[in-house]
Antibody
Framework: EVQLVESGGGLVKPGGSLRLSCAASGFTFSSYSMNWVRQAPGKGLEWVSSISSSSSYIYYADSVKGRFTISRDNAKNSLYLQMNSLRAEDTAVYYC??????????????????WGQGTLVTVSS | SYELTQPPSVSVSPGQTARITCSGDALPKKYPYWYQQKSGQAPVLVIYEDSKRPSGIPERFSGSSSGTMATLTISGAQVEDEADYYCYSTDSSGNRVFGGGTKLTVL
């Protein structure tokens, strides 16, 4: 059974830093791209960042570029998100999500097939 | 930037058919996907590649697409289907986008 368990959320002051972790089990972690997706209170889903299976390809949403860093440790089956220079608008539940792909070549398309339960990050003074 | 547009809310009575739409310019060339999110829970994939159901998803959930519009249909909606539903897709550059979400009320 695929399991994704996030941790590391909490209350942090504006300008502060936080590191989120996601522990994966039930699948071959090193074979899958992984993502962070967030959801502000009462709002919709927002993709934050993606990392390929070998960390060769990394992508960020414009809203977090330059402040957040995604990484992974395949030996520990773990995904991370280092969040610096946090702002009030970063307040959200952060979900770890596994990637799957459909199509081939130019039609290849990524989507999220499994999600963790999320960890809440609150940025407030 | 690319947008997927959903109605904010849909309401049906138990046993009726609920239809939730999602419009986007890239949908003729990119698959839509649908996620169900019940209150306080993580999203769950209910439809992928336009119309396929993951294992464990009831048959009453189906998906279709025509031109720039995708539709999630719940045939014979049940009270336990009450949730927020999000469509998801990518644009021509591979950028990942969610629709704004639709709150489905079944009462």
């Amino acid at each position: 059974e695929v399991q994704l368990v996030e941790s590391g959320g909490g209350l942090v002051k504006p300008g502060g830093s936080l590191r989120l972790s996601c522990a994966a089990s039930g699948f071959t972690f090193s074979s899958y791209s992984m993502n962070w997706v967030r959801q502000a209170p009462g709002k919709g889903l927002e993709w934050v960042s993606s990392i390929s299976s070998s960390s060769s390809y990394i992508y960020y949403a414009d809203s977090v570029k330059g402040r957040f860093t995604i990484s992974r440790d395949n030996a520990k089956n773990s995904l991370y998100l280092q969040m610096n220079s946090l702002r009030a608008e970063d307040t959200a539940v952060y979900y770890c999500a596994r990637d799957s792909f459909s199509g081939y070549g130019a039609a290849r398309q990524a989507y999220f097939d499994y999600w963790g339960q999320g960890t809440l990050v609150t940025v407030s003074s | 930037s690319y947008e997927l547009t959903q109605p904010p809310s849909v309401s049906v009575s138990p046993g009726q058919t609920a239809r939730i739409t999602c419009s986007g310019d890239a949908l003729p060339k990119k698959y839509p996907y649908w996620y169900q999110q019940k209150s306080g829970q993580a999203p769950v994939l209910v439809i992928y590649e336009d119309s396929k159901r993951p294992s464990g998803i009831p048959e009453r959930f189906s998906g279709s697409s025509s031109g720039t519009m995708a539709t999630l249909t719940i045939s014979g909606a049940q009270v336990e289907d009450e949730a927020d539903y999000y469509c998801y897709s990518t644009d021509s550059s591979g950028n990942r986008v969610f629709g704004g979400g639709t709150k489905l009320t079944v009462l």
